[in-house]
């Protein structure tokens, strides 16, 4: 292994954590600074955000829902199994795992399909497709689902 490919899955890993933090503690402008500027990402609702400027309305729409719950509002993403394929010094795909936990506990599961792409060494999502292939019954995602609205 050449040490730009280790560097590569460093980066990656670091940028796939960092979207759960940032993410789940409401820092959307960094979460975007995450994404290419022509990313797209598809979350099951029907729709395909593309830039940057619509996948920021899946952030803001999620923080938005999860704000009208009742009680202390928290999530926190957990990622496990992330699978890395490198395409090149500048592209690569992944998938893996996640579980989201909320007030109630565990609120629904499902699985992260990306691609990455690499600008001026910084690695970024190109796109990320989010698939949810669970939820428990009565909690925010099952809600929000029926109104339509997934989420990341």
Known sequence: ????????????????????????RGRIDEVMALFAADAVMDIDDGRLYEGVDEIRLIFTGTRDSIRSEPGPGYVQHHTSSLAITLDGPQAATGHSYFTVMMNHGVDHWGRYQDKYACAGGIWLFASRRVRVDGCTSGGWAERRMKRGGGGP
Request: hydrophobic share 40%.
């Open 1 to 24: 292994m050449e040490s730009w490919e280790l560097d590569a899955r460093e980066q990656i890993r670091s940028l796939v954590g960092a979207y759960n933090a940032l993410g789940d």
